[in-house]
Structure formats: structure tokens, C-alpha cells
């Protein structure tokens, strides 16, 4: 529940680094640690940087409700006073991966980590989206973004174009043809025609296929 598109990739780290030498972290002497939601510090303690609080349901499933200390916002008063660029950590996770790569693009550090989650299809979502609230097909695109460095590996996709709008296939596609430059082999389970007549070698499987 508090592993999220920017900290599963790890460029969070780097967002919580640039965070500390802001001269707002500096005056308050905070340090990148302060920066997390996941530890005590600097996140809020009523709803330990989750942003909501759980509510029991006897006989129902369980209710999520927005925080009433932080008002969603994970942090403390003090670490939301620091800004970077007009921007809160928290404005930070609330972005969208497109707009955080337009945001972070003077950076090459955190920009390229972030325009590969752009790449694979997935600006719409959240920066600090929950990852159990994400579906499979987005979950497998983070992990794939987070593995387009690897070289001479063996990627086995189970579907990753599914519900993917056809711009982002077009995306999808560019990526995996630069994996496969990179000397990386992909083995897809598709259905998309796109996807097929792209694809080195087809195999057919399944009942009188």
C-alpha cells in the first residue's frame, strides 16, 4: 500500500534529495529523510503519511476517508512549507507523470526516470499513485520501465498493451524495439495486430490456432 509508481522506481529518492537542499529544508536544517511518508519525522502521525485513515466496517468492507490532520496531504505543516519551484512534496506526488516530467525536465536525473514511466503509457496516472490501486497491465508497465536500462535479458509481457489507447501502443512499440536494439529478447502473449506485425517471429497457441 505505500509503494507508488515514484518510489518503486526509486526517483524518489532523488526528489526527496532535491528537496533538502531547497533553502527552505536548509533553514529548518531538515534532511532528505524528513521527505518520506513511509518513516516517523516529517510525515503525519495520525495517518502515518497515508493520507487517509481506515474505517472498520462490521459486516462491510473497510472505508477509506481523507485524513482530518493532514487533510490528505501525508506530511506535517513544516515539511509542506518547504517548496521547490512554487511546489510541495506532497504537490509533487499529486502530479501526473506527464507533469512531472515537464516539471523535473531540467534535471537528467529524476527527468529520465520519470519520462520512461511516460514512455510506457502511463503519464495519467499519479506520481504517487497507491500501487494497489493500480491494474495489472499499469503495474507490469512500471515494472518494465524500471528494467529499460537491463541489457541481453529475457522479458516474458503478459498482454502490455491491454486497455492502452493507441498512441501509447505506438509508444509501447518504440520502447520495446529499443530493448530489442539493446540486445534484449521480448517474448509478448498479445492480441493486438500492432503489436504482431512488429514482432520478429509469431506463434501461434491455442485451440485450432
Known amino acids: ?121 502511463l503519464g495519467y496516472i499519479k506520481l504517487g499513485h497507491p500501487s494497489t490501486t493500480l491494474s495489472g497491465g499499469e503495474l507490469q508497465r512500471i515494472k518494465l520501465a524500471d528494467q529499460l536500462h537491463r541489457k541481453g535479458e529475457i522479458f516474458i509481457l503478459d498482454e502490455p498493451t491491454d486497455g492502452l489507447h493507441l498512441d501509447d501502443i505506438h509508444k509501447l512499440l518504440n520502447l520495446f524495439n529499443d530493448m530489442t536494439d539493446a540486445g534484449n529478447t521480448l517474448i509478448l502473449i498479445e492480441h493486438s495486430m500492432d503489436v504482431m506485425k512488429q514482432a520478429d517471429y509469431l506463434i501461434e497457441v491455442g485451440p485450432e490456432g
Request: glycine fraction near 8%; aromatic fraction near 10%; include cysteine.
Open 1 to 121: 500500500p505505500r509503494s507508488n509508481p515514484a518510489t518503486y522506481t526509486g526517483v524518489f529518492s532523488d526528489i526527496r534529495k532535491l528537496f533538502e537542499q531547497t533553502p527552505d529544508a536548509k533553514i529548518r536544517g531538515l534532511k532528505a529523510g524528513k521527505f518520506s511518508f513511509n518513516v516517523k519525522g516529517g510525515r503525519c502521525e495520525v495517518c502515518k503519511g497515508a493520507g487517509v485513515e481506515l474505517i472498520e466496517m462490521n459486516f462491510l468492507p473497510s472505508v477509506q476517508v481523507t485524513c482530518k490532520e493532514c487533510r490528505g496531504q501525508r506530511y506535517k505543516p513544516d515539511i509542506l512549507a518547504v517548496k521547490y519551484k512554487g511546489k510541495s512534496i506532497n504537490d509533487v506526488l499529486e502530479m501526473t507523470i506527464s507533469q512531472a516530467a515537464e516539471f523535473f525536465e531540467p534535471i537528467p536525473s529524476i527527468y529520465r526516470r520519470i519520462k520512461t514511466l511516460e514512455d510506457v503509457g
